[in-house]
C-alpha cells in the first residue's frame, strides 16, 4: 500500500478535530483530517445547542445558525424555572461541514469516508491504518468518546458504567414553529439521572433523553416514546408530528486522567471534556481543539516530539475555564451520585443548583475568601 505523509493526522472532523486541524494547518504544516463518515456531522445526533460566544468565535457564517435561543426553560418535579440564556442552535451536519471547511480554507486536507482502523507508532513516527496508510509526525485523536486512544493506548475517555451517559434523540418535524428556548425536562419518568430535552430548530425540534448507563432501568427507547406520546408536559406539543430520524450515542460524563502521550494528544469527547451535568462538550471541543492545535504547532516549529513537549498540553488545559468548570462539576457528580443512595432526586437537586447558579455563586465565595 503506498503511503501518505503529513506533520500531522487528525482523527475525527467533528468540532475538537476540525478546529485543531484547522490551527496547525494555518501555520503550514500538512495536516490530515481523516473522517469516517462521507460528509462530517452526518451521523451526529447531537441537539446543536452552543454559546453564541462559542459560535462567534469560529468565525462560521450565521447562516449556519437555525435559532437564537434567549432562554432556557428547567421543569423539575417542584415547578419550573426560566433562565436567561445566549445560545444558538445548529444542526450538526451542516455546523460540522462548515467547520471542516474553515479547516480546507487553511489548507488542511479533508479525507471523508475513511475510518482510522489503527494507530501504532514505530521508528519514532506515527503509522496511520486506514483505506490508506499515512505516517505523520504526530497523531491527534479527535474521534469521539468510543476513541481509539483508549482501546489502543490506554489514555484519553475511559467508558464506565458510572461515567457514560447513553442518549437518544430523535428530530421531529414541526415547520416554522415559533418555540425559542431550550426546555429541560427533569423527572424520574424520563431520567433516573439525566434528563429530557426540547432543541427548536426552524422547521424541526430535536427532541432526547439521556440517563448514565449504571442508573439505567429501562430500554432508553421506551424513555423517549414516553417522552414524545405520554408525558403530559411534553407529549401535548409533540404527539402526532412527524419523526424525520432517531438515533442514539454515548456522552462522557468524567474527565479523562491523561489526554497525551508518545507522539499523541487527545481531545473534545474522546478525551472526556464534556460537562458531566448537563452533557454539553461543543463548547469544551472546539477550545481544547484550538489548545492541542497550538501544541501540535509549536512541537513541529521546534522539533521536539519528546513526552516532555506534549505534556504542557495537559497541564495548559487543567489551567483553563474549561477544564475547572468540567472538574468542578464531576466532583459534584460523584458526590451526588454516592447521596442518591439515600435521595432518589440527588440528581435533580444538583442539577437545580447548577442551573440556577448557587455552585457557581458558592465558588466565588470561596475564591473571595481564600483571597489574601
Ligand atoms: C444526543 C446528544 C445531544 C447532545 N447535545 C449537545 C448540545 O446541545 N450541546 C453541546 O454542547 N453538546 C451536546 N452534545 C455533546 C456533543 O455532541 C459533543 O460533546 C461534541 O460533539 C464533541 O465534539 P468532538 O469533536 O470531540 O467529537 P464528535 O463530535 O463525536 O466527533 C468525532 C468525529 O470522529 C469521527 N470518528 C470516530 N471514529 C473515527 C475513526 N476511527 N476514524 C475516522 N473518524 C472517526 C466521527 O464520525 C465524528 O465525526 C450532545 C451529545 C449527544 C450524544
Known amino acids: 500500500m503506498p503511503e501518505k505523509r503529513a506533520d500531522v493526522v487528525v482523527i475525527g472532523a467533528g468540532p475538537a478535530g ?17 473522517e469516517k463518515e462521507n460528509n462530517p456531522g452526518a451521523a451526529s445526533v447531537c441537539a446543536g445547542g452552543i454559546p453564541m460566544k462559542t459560535f462567534r468565535e469560529t468565525g462560521l457564517s450565521t447562516d449556519v445558525i437555525e435559532k437564537f435561543i434567549p432562554e432556557g426553560a428547567y421543569y423539575y ?19 460540522d461541514r462548515k467547520l471542516a471547511e474553515k479547516a480546507t480554507e487553511e489548507g488542511a486536507e479533508l479525507r471523508s469516508g475513511m ?11 506515527v503509522v496511520i491504518s486506514a483505506r490508506e496508510k499515512i505516517e505523520s ?4 485523536f479527535a474521534d469521539g468518546p468510543n476513541t481509539l486512544a483508549y482501546r489502543k493506548f490506554g489514555i484519553g475517555f475511559k467508558p464506565r458504567a458510572d461515567t457514560t451517559y447513553v442518549s437518544v434523540a430523535c428530530e421531529i418535524e414541526w415547520r416554522e414553529n415559533s418555540l425559542n428556548c431550550f426546555e429541560f425536562h427533569y423527572n424520574h419518568a424520563i431520567s433516573q439521572w439525566g434528563y429530557g430535552w426540547i432543541f427548536p430548530k426552524r422547521n424541526t425540534v430535536n427532541v ?3 440517563c448514565l448507563y449504571s442508573k439505567l432501568s429501562k430500554n432508553i427507547i421506551e ?3 414516553y417522552m414524545l406520546n405520554k408525558y403530559p408536559p411534553t407529549a401535548r406539543k409533540l404527539s402526532g408530528r412527524r419523526m424525520l430520524w432517531t438515533g442514539s450515542a454515548l456522552i462522557p460524563a468524567a474527565p479523562a486522567e491523561r489526554i497525551f502521550g508518545e507522539r499523541m494528544l487527545v481531545v473534545g469527547d474522546a478525551a472526556g471534556m464534556v460537562d458531566p451535568v448537563s452533557g454539553g462538550g461543543i463548547e469544551h471541543a472546539i477550545n481544547a481543539g484550538r489548545l492541542a492545535g497550538d501544541v501540535c504547532v509549536n512541537a513541529l516549529e521546534e522539533g521536539d516530539f ?7 498540553y495537559q497541564n495548559l488545559w487543567r489551567k483553563t475555564e474549561d477544564h475547572a468548570h468540567i472538574d468542578l462539576n464531576h466532583s459534584l457528580s460523584s458526590m451526588f451520585l454516592y447521596l442518591s443512595k439515600f435521595d432518589r432526586n440527588a440528581y435533580i437537586k444538583m442539577a437545580f443548583a447548577v442551573n440556577s447558579g448557587i455552585i457557581r455563586n458558592l465558588m466565588t465565595m470561596v475564591r473571595l475568601f481564600m483571597m489574601k
Open 18 to 34: 476540525s478546529t485543531a486541524a484547522r490551527v496547525i494547518a494555518k501555520r503550514g504544516f500538512i495536516v490530515m483530517l481523516v
Open 77 to 95: 418535579p417542584w415547578g419550573e424555572q426560566h433562565l436567561k440564556l445566549n445560545h444558538i442552535s445548529v444542526c450538526r451536519n451542516l455546523f
Open 115 to 125: 475510518l482510522v482502523e489503527d494507530v501504532r507508532v514505530k521508528n519514532d513516527r
Open 137 to 140: 509526525e504526530l497523531v491527534v
Open 208 to 210: 432526547g433523553v439521556g
Open 223 to 225: 424513555l423517549l416514546h
Open 306 to 312: 519528546s513526552l516532555s513537549s506534549l505534556a504542557v
